[in-house]
């Protein structure tokens, strides 16, 4: 199971990895903000790693399947090991790994150090670009209005709120607007919307509300389950004009258009 | 007692229960020293506190110079209002430092409160700047459901009696009640209300719709 | 406990569809978050009072016995009486037994949440007494025989066209038609209830706090009908919960202090009352009887197990203010007299599991109810705590113990989770239909998966995984 790791050359020496845990969500449903994130971590000079994954086993932790949970744990705790960072472009999935992993475990100790190690090491996109990496977005531009709702996990659990905002405000011509309560949640809730799709339903229209209130080009969230829900809610009412985005992927397109002008390619600049 | 049984099983249980889990957090009695001896501009800070406080929670204020004033400025309310001009004096404000002598016009009623629409005068045991309120307590003195009663409720309010904060009402107390809390202590700010009728709240729900406090003194 | 939450999902859906209901949420909603947020930040340190006031409860918590044991004893030096109820059926009997004694005919009562809970009312009602709520909210829904949808505005559902009929059908007031003006709604009821308090031969409350120094019972209203409950009739009864006791008079403030910022945005509440035992010597008013009846129903059960911190609970309802699913949805569809998070913990507590199990999984688990408990109850932890105990007993359905069987398999080799998903991926995009660019999109879906776009669409999966790409990507990149 350590093929993905041994197949991957170092792209630079010198620079500390950072092992990408895409998600599941991210994996099987938006490829494109996993290469967003990819993109930016590079631009902030560590050397991304893709190791085997699955989920974090939150749908089971979430359900009151702890022994679920545990298993799903421990198989990512070894997949993950080993690497500087761990890196997650999702705050529910990095605080599934920050604050319950070390829990999970309180009856095995050598699986309790493990998951504390890599609990110490794993962080959200943004929080590690801003509180971790310093990274200074630079010159990257973008014409577009935002607003961004905070998802739940990462705002209470993790204190994810300013990070994004500055990383955003950060980049020349971008303007960001908030919506009415931006810390309501939009009706995700993993299995809650599938259990209760009508609750869930009338939490997201909310949201939308809000969010079209607001009347920005975008709409940015670093989970892509809130953005499936908030894009799913948006497409059926036929709303077109706001783009639902992972904060991710706004970032990394604004870099793409400073690259553009100032050097030759972006993600493969350093092949 | 009626069920010693159930007594002792919940008394049973809680302790077990209590028991199973000693979690002591260690928490202490909040610590609290009322500096009684207020410089002058504290004097006016915790006035002001308190009359701010109060006009938030829709009670309106005034200050009046000593006692003496209190007839006087009792009238010029009720004046302006166009209420009569008769009033329930309720507890020690009768017999304790106001010369209702000075009272020309106002009648001080001595009869047994109206279901609705009398003007009720208090004294208070204390005001509390922190939350604007007013605190009274029932005696052989005073039966306390007066100001519930009321439609108007007066209160004299001297400035001596406003403490900062709970925990300085409370040092009070426990010096002045320390053999036994008084039956009933009520701590009031403002008119009642309901906002179970919409918004915004209405006021005069069950007790008083308006509430004034003359602040003497200071 | 009686409760309805087995119809959680119909409930819920009635809810959704009474716009009535709907334009109340609206306004808890948008309104509640942002005064409690002003009051808060009024406030040198909130978080600071809120570190005080849970460690106030905790204490009483941690010492509940002996604060029960010193109450009772201050209650009778006061000279009232205290009465223990192990169950609802046992309170009711006892408050039954003691109107009984003083030949009562009347009953005004003002809110209280422990006789909702053992619902108090319809045992006195069928003992024979007559039973009039105080609190305008309270009074609302008995005239309409509801249950409460709200713990601090029971009749939050209802409209004020509502409120003017039940008061038409029910005050026996010729009119051509019924009231509108709220004005004039609020004159009428106050006249009505003034004439209950005048002639009421006993007063129930409830209370907020208890206070063992002294045996005090500390109650909080904005409408002052719990004075008039407890000083006009010749009996006071207080009904509530044992866990209600903290240690002094020093601690209640530290309580009130947080209490109404969190429930209303104030820094108090109209009107607070610290109520110590009937009528003392030498007074001309106040109530000959005075006693309190401490209800256990379950909270002595909750000391010894993880629930515990619940019982810090001080009934000021911001979680439910806060809560996406109670200000979807209301108290009602909840199906018990305590909604919202806190309700969602309390009601399997206090009714069982296995008809309350919606409760718990009906949260998206967003943890803002936590972000402003003022006495740091672990909510969230404490919902996910009922899931696992309804998954140790098989509660949930089939197909979601399925569900979370297969996807632990799934995840715990990368192998397989490769495999797996990658077949589902074929299975789930064949129902997809196309969109803009490459985006496809679940529109209809076929069976007991129909519910989940009947409001909106759901992305299809990518052709390819991320990872699939990735392996190629950088295959591309090393050749």
Known sequence: MFLARIELLPANESAKTVALFATCLVDLFQPEVGFAAVRLLEAAGFDVRVPDQGCCGQPNFNGGDQDGARQIAAGLIRQFAGYDYVVAPSGSCAAMVRCHYPVLFADDQELERSAVELAQKTWELTSF???VAGYDIGS????????????????????????PRQLLSSVAGIELREMEQPDACCGFGGLFCVKYPDVADRIGSVKTDSICAVGADYVAAGDVGCLMQIEGKLHRLGEKKIKVVHVAEILAKALLNVSRKDSPGSVDADD | MMNKTARDEIMALVRSGTAAQVVDSGAEMVSFDADEKLREDDRKTLIADFRRYAAQEAATSERVAGANDVPQAITRYLRQLELPLQVLAAGEIISGGVDWGLADE????????????????????????????IVTVSSAHFANELQFLAATHIVVVPVERIFADYEGLWSVVSREFAAGMPRSMNWIVGPSRTADLGVPSKLGAHGPARVHLLVVGG | MQTTSKHFRAQAREALANETLQASLEGVRRVMPEIRAAAADRCDDFAALCTQAKDVRQHSIDHLDQLLATFEQQV?????????????????QIIADLCASVDCRSIIKSKSMVSEEIELNSALESAGYEV?????????????????????????HVSLAEVGEAFNAKHGIERDAPPTDAGEMLLEARAVLREKFLSADVGITGANFLVAETGGVVVVTNEGNADLSMSLPDTHIVVTGIEKVVRSLVDTGVLLRVLARSAIGERLSNYTTFVHGPRQEGEISGPRGFHVVLVDNGRSQLLGTGFRDMLRCIRCSACLNHCPVYTAVGGHAYGS???GPMGAILTPAFAGLPGTVHLPGASTLCGRCESICPVGIPLVKLLRRWREASHAQSLPTAGERFGLACWRLVNRWPLVYRLVTKFGVILVRSLSVPGTGQQRWLKRLPSFTALWTQHRDIPAPAGNSFQAQWRRHRAGRKS
């Open chain 1, 129 to 131: 670009l801003v509180d």
């Open chain 2, 106 to 133: 106002l009648e001080i009623l001595n009869r047994p409160i109206r279901p609705d629409g009398d003007t009720v005068v208090t004294g208070c045991y204390a005001g509390l700047a922190e939350a604007g309120a």
């Open chain 3, 76 to 92: 009778v030096a006061a000279g009232g009486q205290v009465h223990w109820a192990r169950t609802g059926e046992e309170a009711t």
């Open chain 3, 337 to 339: 007299v305590y909604s």
């Open chain 1, 140 to 163: 990257a531009a973008l014409d577009a209005s935002v607003t961004y709702h905070d998802s739940c996990s990462g705002l209470r659990e993790l204190g994810i709120r300013e990070q």
């Open chain 3, 132 to 156: 009039t709520e105080t609190d305008l909210g309270e009074y609302i829904i008995q005239l309409r025989g509801e249950k409460p949808s709200h713990i601090l505005a029971p009749s939050l």
